[in-house]
């Protein structure tokens, strides 16, 4: 709707209203606006992170279970799967894990696969992923050969 | 969300952990995996269970048999693998390859999401009642008096002790009391209490005072007052409770 509304916009108007709204949100502010790779955001300046936190309750900060951060590693890795073959690797059931974090946006539906005759649903990490992580591509993860090296020790 | 799946032993869990722990072990590739031994460690483990999950055990089971038989094809020259097998002997490899690496990446991700020091949104409402119920927190209050008590000590140095009050202080105030006033309402008396160590203190004496037969607690009906009386020589008190002991 917003790009409907902006598309006779010049676009380096904008550019250069968010720049300038960058460097006034910036340095000590409570708030500030953070670029990344998925667009501008306002969010709580890191250095003040500890004193934000307690005003909010736990629930805010609650960890990612393990079979979560195992299908998301997995998706990060293989990239588009299907619910039978993210079970497959994992060696069991990750449906209701599925679930929440379909629930929780951290990975989306992304097209249809046909297996045998059969369409299966594909799952992929959603952009609310990088979000979530705070980074900006997977490039910021251990790359496969790093890990591999740690296999091999 | 955890999948009841797994048994916790400590060292494994998992039918493709237990294969990828072993293959870690050995320090060898699958290829050159001992099944004696695999077989050999699977069998101690399940001597020491009292209780085992049949699917798992199957899925053990499966992977055992697919690796006997391409172990066994390996040591046969000149047997070519049929197709299909070697698609197995394929997935099982990329299975166990990846299930490796996705343990590292979740950990991986785990450290990442430790680190995460920004916050986008929490809840407005979570965050109201947040101020009322829990901030400050008691301890935050009392953490500051007592601060602002050892600054003030530092600064006047007036030396201030509270008087300790012995339990035969106590017994003798209890008495002096009784004597004028008959009776003694204990929770009324605990509240004018100055400290913790005073209530117990009262306890403590009065527990004493009655141990000795000198006063009697009465209750005169469940849930009721508990008040101190002097335990005299043919009063009511006494000689109702004569009578229920007899």
Not at chain 2, 59 to 86: T, Y
Request: hydrophobic letters at 40%.
């Amino acid at each position: 709707m917003l790009k409907e509304f902006l598309k006779d916009f010049d676009g380096s108007l904008i550019d250069k209203a968010l720049e300038e709204l960058s460097q006034e949100f910036n340095g000590d502010r409570g708030i500030i606006l953070k670029c990344s790779n998925q667009g501008y955001e306002f969010v709580t300046n890191p250095i003040y992170f500890e004193e934000v936190k307690k005003f909010l309750s736990p629930k805010n900060f609650k960890r990612l279970s393990q079979a979560s951060l195992e299908i998301l590693g997995l998706l990060a890795y293989k990239g588009p799967l299907t619910m039978a073959e993210i079970s497959y690797y994992r060696g069991t059931n990750s449906s209701s894990t599925l679930k929440y974090l379909l629930e929780k946006g951290l990975i989306k539906i992304n097209g249809k696969k046909k297996v045998q005759g059969k369409t299966s649903t594909l799952f992929s990490l959603s952009e609310n992923f990088f979000r979530y992580f705070n980074i900006n591509s997977l490039d910021e993860l251990p790359s496969i050969e790093e890990i591999k090296e740690v296999i091999e020790e | 969300m955890e999948d009841g799946f797994r048994i916790d032993l400590g060292f494994f869990e998992g039918p493709l952990d237990l294969l990828l722990f072993l293959v870690k072990k050995e320090e060898v590739s699958i290829w050159e995996i001992s099944l004696t031994k695999i077989t050999d460690e699977y069998l101690r483990y399940l001597e020491e269970k009292k209780f085992i999950n049949p699917s798992r055990e199957a899925d053990f089971l499966l992977m055992a048999s697919i690796l006997i038989h391409l172990k066994s094809s390996r040591l046969l020259p000149k047997i070519k693998l049929e197709e299909g097998e070697e698609d197995e002997e394929y997935a099982l490899r990329d299975r166990i390859e990846t299930y490796g690496i996705i343990k590292n990446f979740a950990f991986a991700l785990k450290k990442l999401e430790e680190s995460v020091n920004i916050i986008r949104k929490g809840k407005v409402e979570e965050f109201e009642k947040q101020i009322i119920i829990e901030f400050p927190s008691l301890y935050d209050i009392a953490k500051a008096f007592i601060e602002v008590a050892k600054r003030k000590e530092q600064e006047e140095s007036i030396p201030y002790r509270e008087r300790k009050v012995s339990i035969e202080e106590k017994i003798s105030e209890l008495l002096s009391v009784l004597r004028i006033e008959n009776k003694i309402k204990l929770l009324e008396y605990l509240e004018n209490s100055k400290s913790i160590e005073e209530i117990i203190v009262t306890f403590l004496a009065v527990l004493e005072l009655i141990r000795r037969g000198i006063i009697i607690a009465i209750q005169r009906r469940e849930f009721g007052e508990i008040e101190i009386k002097l335990w005299r020589k043919g009063s009511k008190e006494r000689r109702d409770y004569a009578q229920r002991i007899n």
